[in-house]
């Protein structure tokens, strides 16, 4: 048979929907553009750096807006009419992406300010190229639907944050919080890779629908090593969200890190880690609920009770860091976070209880970046930026007072930061609508505990200041980011009801 009469093979060629990449895309590109620039822009004109990726954050989420008419899926297993897909766009992945993004974005307004205070301590064009390359890994993440996918995210989000915790140069702090981060991050990578090999030996499959699909027809004598696979994947998911035991790296990490890199680290790597734990819990591994629910209940009630725990211990100390107090107050949130995940397991509409997680995350990222903000604002002027730094916040500057206790009031869950309120509550509803009782009392006495050093912290900021008052001049890129930060946590608490209806509308 001649060549031109055999017959055409199936074409392996696919079309790619742009529109629905566009904008972890738009933020790659912007990483390799900045990088470029910074070879051939002069020292004096390194801020332009910034803006410019500053812009191209914005531009990267507004590219969210023409994708919520609908789903969207590409690189679609080629010759089949509804095939598995690596990429979808649905409305889940569009919450996230809005939550990476919008937190990079303020992230990247406080580095401004962080690179000009530096004065050459942090190479500009460096900096930027991390910053955006692991936005754009965690952009990806949340739309990933195959196992290699999401692995590969986690490792474009986690990866460049390595580099970024450890850019100090000459700072053994840094160096030292890097090389922590980055020995924990490798060995609970390296275990989740061993648990996606067990779940292809036995489902033949990496698209988590199949694998969903597959799973309950495994064979009996592959039943352990699935069992196995299931929980080693979740693993790593759980190390980026900071859940108990992966804790340990937070608190020097925070503390280490230039402090704009440990306000993303605490919202965007937060977001990376609960949006991994749902898609392999929730759409790969449902009929395992039965193994991974239980599991993230007791990692949920470890979680909250040490990352409060520490925080309460950190005031037995003189002089605590600022800093450090937030990271362990990132911890226990986490726990709150892993709530609703569990509760999956249990309800009996598990989007329910995962637009729980989604809303708290959504209300979490607004306030805890922006007391972020506002630590960088006083550590402008007090380079330990202990919490004693901010007695008397409210004599010298009460805008940023006023924000702050705001923020810390959200965090606690109490008036007027209704929208911590209204958070703290749907989590706490959907523990009890999946019958886990022991949980939301757990949850509970946290929430008790936590009280003591938010309003402790918040008491301090409206006494009267020990020695000179500090005057602290705030540069335009950081009044922009405390601004936005307080005016969405205010309309959120005006209106908390829109969070959970966008946080849960459609979700997969």
């Known amino acids: 048979m001649s060549v031109l009469a055999q017959p055409a093979a199936a074409s392996v060629v696919q ?14 590109v912007t990483a390799l553009a900045v990088l470029v620039a910074d070879l051939f822009v002069p020292a004096a004109r390194k801020p332009v750096l910034g803006w410019v990726s500053v812009a191209g954050l914005a531009a990267s989420a507004l590219l969210l807006l023409p994708l919520l008419d609908g789903h969207r899926s590409t690189f679609c297993r080629a010759g089949q009419a509804a095939g ?29 300010t962080a690179l000009q205070d530096a004065r050459g301590g942090l190479p500009a064009g460096e900096y930027w190229f991390l910053l955006l390359s692991s936005a754009a890994g965690a952009a990806l993440l949340p739309a990933s639907r195959d196992l290699a996918t999401l692995i590969v995210a986690l490792e474009a989000a986690s990866l460049p944050a390595f580099a970024l915790v450890g850019l100090r140069h000459g700072d053994r702090r840094s160096s030292d919080a890097a090389l922590k981060f980055f020995l924990s991050s490798v060995t609970a990578t390296a275990v989740s890779l061993l648990g996606v090999s067990f779940v292809y030996a036995t489902t033949g499959t990496l698209y988590l629908t199949q694998v969903a699909d597959r799973l309950p027809h495994v064979d009996a004598q592959f039943h352990t090593l699935a069992q196995t696979g299931v929980v080693l994947t979740l693993i790593g998911f759980a190390f980026k969200l900071a859940a108990v035991p992966f804790h340990f790296w937070v608190p020097d990490t925070y ?16 977001a990376v880690g609960f949006s991994g734990l749902i898609l392999t819990a929730v759409l790969a591994f449902p009929s395992y609920a039965d193994v991974w629910g ?63 997680t989604v809303a708290y995350a959504l209300m979490y990222a607004v306030v805890n970046l922006g007391a972020f903000a506002v630590a960088a604002l006083v550590g402008r002027t007090r380079a330990s930026n202990r919490v004693a730094d901010y007695r008397g916040l409210y004599a010298t500057n ?36 999946a019958g886990l009782g022991w949980l939301a009392v757990v949850m509970a006495v946290n929430v008790v505990i936590a009280l003591y050093y938010y309003l402790h912290w918040t008491a301090l900021l409206f006494r ?32 908390p009801q829109l969070v959970l209806r966008f946080a849960s509308g459609g979700l997969f």
């Not at 079309?15 to 790659?28: E, F, G, N, Q």
């Not at 569009?94 to 939550?99: E, G, K, M, S, Y």
């Not at 280490?256 to 605490?266: K, N």
Request: aromatic share 6%; with cysteine; hydrophobic share 60%.
């Open 15 to 28: 079309s790619v929907d742009w529109l629905a990449i566009a904008p972890p895309t738009l933020t790659a």
């Open 84 to 112: 598995p897909c690596s990429y979808t766009a649905d409305h889940f992945a569009l919450v996230i992406q809005f939550l990476v993004l919008g937190g990079a974005l303020l992230a990247a307004l406080l580095s401004v």
């Open 255 to 270: 503390v280490g890190a230039p402090l704009p890199i440990a306000a993303y680290l605490s919202v965007v790597g937060k």
């Open 294 to 356: 239980p599991a993230l209940a007791v990692l949920a009630a470890l979680t909250m009770t040490a990352g409060n725990v520490g925080a309460l211990r950190q005031q037995a100390t003189r002089a605590y860091s600022a800093v450090r107090l937030l990271a362990w107050s990132s911890v226990g949130q986490a726990g709150y976070l892993l709530v609703p995940i569990a509760a999956a397991g249990y309800a009996e509409d598990a989007r329910k209880a995962i637009g729980s």
């Open 398 to 433: 009460p805008a940023a007072a006023l924000l702050l206790a705001f923020f810390l009031l959200c965090l606690a869950g109490l008036p007027p930061g209704i929208i911590g309120l209204f958070a703290k509550v749907t989590v706490f509803a959907a523990a009890v609508g």
């Open 464 to 495: 009267s200041p020990e020695g000179e008052p500090v005057r602290h001049r705030v540069p335009a890129p950081l009044t922009a980011a405390i601004t936005l930060a307080g005016l969405l946590g205010v309309a959120l608490s005006g209106a």
